[in-house]
């Protein structure tokens, strides 16, 4: 009888969320994670409550992450057998025709589209109105109202 050699199995964890990306590694032999990294994520803030990202900052600091736990004598990047991945709801991240980011993307916690939330729903006929057709309130969270933001923008597409 042939006996086969074990080889543990590694999972790569990405999470890319609001503050930063954070990447794990977790080995099912030991059902452990033995590695990690992160990489921070600027913010845009302007008063009247706008909050985006430039979604290139997303896969700089993914690859920064995922270097840096990759980097330790504990990962064998050839036993990955797995990656999973997270981010963050709610943002927009508008596109042009041929699918180039156009401007930095709204992110969930971008409040400057209260205006367009109210809008929507008078449009609708009010709070009931919209709790009774949808099931919640239009949030500045949420995507409908940054959609209306974006068009309202005319050509005025960019941020610093």
Wanted: include cysteine; proline fraction near 4%; glycine fraction near 10%.
């Amino acid at each position: 009888m042939r006996e086969t050699m074990h080889q543990d199995q590694l999972f790569i964890g990405i999470d890319s969320g609001t503050q930063g990306t954070k990447v794990v590694v977790l080995s099912r032999d030991q059902g452990q994670i033995i590695s990690s990294a992160n990489a921070p994520h600027q913010i845009i803030e302007t008063p009247q409550g706008g909050r985006e990202q430039h979604p290139e900052w997303w896969t700089a600091a993914c690859e920064q992450a995922i270097t840096a736990a990759l980097q330790t004598a504990a990962v064998d990047s050839t036993k990955i057998k797995a990656i999973a991945v997270s981010g963050q709801q709610h943002g927009l991240v508008p596109l042009d025709a041929q699918g180039r980011v156009i401007r930095p993307a709204k992110l969930w916690c971008d409040t400057e589209t209260a205006p367009q939330c109210r809008t929507l729903t008078e449009r609708v006929g009010g709070e009931e109105a919209v709790v009774n057709a949808i099931g919640n309130h239009i949030a500045a969270e949420f995507t409908a109202s940054k959609v209306a933001w974006l068009k309202a923008q005319g050509g005025r597409w960019g941020r610093p």
